[in-house]
């Protein structure tokens, strides 16, 4: 029962009291910290409802793709930065992970729902970009963009300002380097007065800088391009193509220059991974995914530009560069994005398997755990 007002809980007040002040900021920073968490888990969850979207249209019969579970995956001992050397099995116990899909040959091997149904759809956070950047691998595969040419070549209205002399194939890897605040989110200005006004912090092309503002401008260069909205652009180009349980849904806050959202089940974001991998007719019945997107992938060097990454040991090793978005491409060619939400996306094209998950801890800095499953003696 809530305690009255007049009535304080003293002993919650004596508590308070023998907190020293820094000790205090810490226990309100992590109160803090768990309210964000909560806050985005539930928009995670729940992004249709309560804001703005637009529909990416599945079409046909849902993939069939066949689960034979290997117990052994479960069991194999993996390290975790929060809880130690533990198997599979007990890290999904005791950790917050909602949903874990390994797929194998076409062959989904593993899957585990904790706090959420194989329907529920949950947003991608930044694992969403690699979609904008698959469009345009497309789009260059079929000549309508050039990546060695400017991006004012495509959106004049960036010319005379500090976006007229960065290649498209800069912004497409994360080497654009331009100074970007939060502030802009909560500006009146229009996004192209707000991109006008971005400046050079380095050379473009130098350092990577995971930055959605990269994302954003490659979205306005697909739609530019094909005189599309990007809804309909991925309902043509991909959703309709892979058996997708459910529609998918967009979500971008108005005319900030954030990342695109995307909100899905599990099992879709791994058909939208398998189409990377050898096994893509599974899931589709035409290659949607060329192979000339992947070697690009795969064989995009920029080591200068891996640098910038601030979580560059995250896997466990470094990475061989960053490309089309994949904030990892690792030197066997397996490439992998992370979300802010605690989200991930694995491909390994060598081994055909693709990892996919949900995880509500977006500070558990778990990611190497994709790379440890991939690299295990079972793939």
């Known amino acids: 029962m809530r305690a009255s007002n007049s009535q304080p809980n003293q002993a919650a007040i004596a508590a308070d009291t023998l907190i020293q002040k820094n000790e205090y900021c810490n226990v309100e920073s992590m109160k803090m910290r768990l309210l964000l968490d909560a806050a985005s888990a539930f928009f995670q969850k729940n992004m249709n409802p309560y804001y703005p979207t637009s529909t990416v249209w599945r079409e046909g019969a849902i993939a069939s793709l066949l689960s034979k579970p290997i117990p052994a995956i479960g069991e194999m ?70 990546l060695s040419k400017s ?61 959605p503002i990269n994302s954003f401008v490659l979205q306005c260069l697909v739609e530019r391009v094909t005189n599309q909205p990007i809804n309909e652009f991925l309902s043509d180009r991909i959703w309709r193509k892979i058996g997708a349980q459910a529609n998918a849904f967009l979500f971008q806050d108005g005319d900030s220059l954030g990342c695109l959202r995307i909100s899905s089940t599990l099992r879709d974001i791994a058909c939208y991974g398998m189409l990377f991998t050898p096994s ?30 601030d979580y560059l040991e995250a896997l466990g090793e470094r990475p061989f560069a960053c490309a089309y978005q994949w904030d990892w491409v690792m030197a066997d060619g397996d490439f992998f994005k992370s979300g802010g939400g605690g989200q991930g996306l694995y491909i390994s094209r060598i081994r055909d398997l693709v990892i996919a998950y949900f995880h509500s801890d977006r500070h558990a800095g778990d990611e190497a755990i994709a790379r440890i499953l991939a690299r295990s003696i079972l793939f």
């Open 77 to 146: 001992k993996i390290k975790t930065n929060k809880y130690g050397k533990l198997t599979l099995n007990e890290y999904i116990v005791r950790a917050s992970i909602d949903g874990l899909i390994l797929v194998h040959r076409g062959t989904i091997v593993f899957e585990s729902y904790k706090q959420m149904h194989p329907f529920d759809r949950r947003e991608w956070g930044s694992v969403c970009k690699t979609v904008i950047g698959t469009c345009v691998g497309l789009l260059e595969a079929e000549g309508k963009i050039e």
């Open 280 to 309: 893509w007719s599974k899931v589709s019945q035409q290659c949607v995914v060329p192979q000339s997107v992947v070697n690009k992938i795969q064989n995009s060097r920029r080591t200068s530009a891996i640098e910038g990454i």
């Open 151 to 211: 991006i004012a070549t495509y959106l004049p209205e960036l010319v005379e300002c500090d976006w007229q002399d960065i290649p498209v194939v800069d912004i497409l890897n994360m080497t654009a380097k331009l100074h970007y605040s939060k502030h802009c989110l909560d500006s009146n200005k229009r996004a192209r007065q707000l991109l006008q006004a971005i400046k050079h912090v380095q050379p473009s092309g130098s350092v990577c800088d995971c930055n």
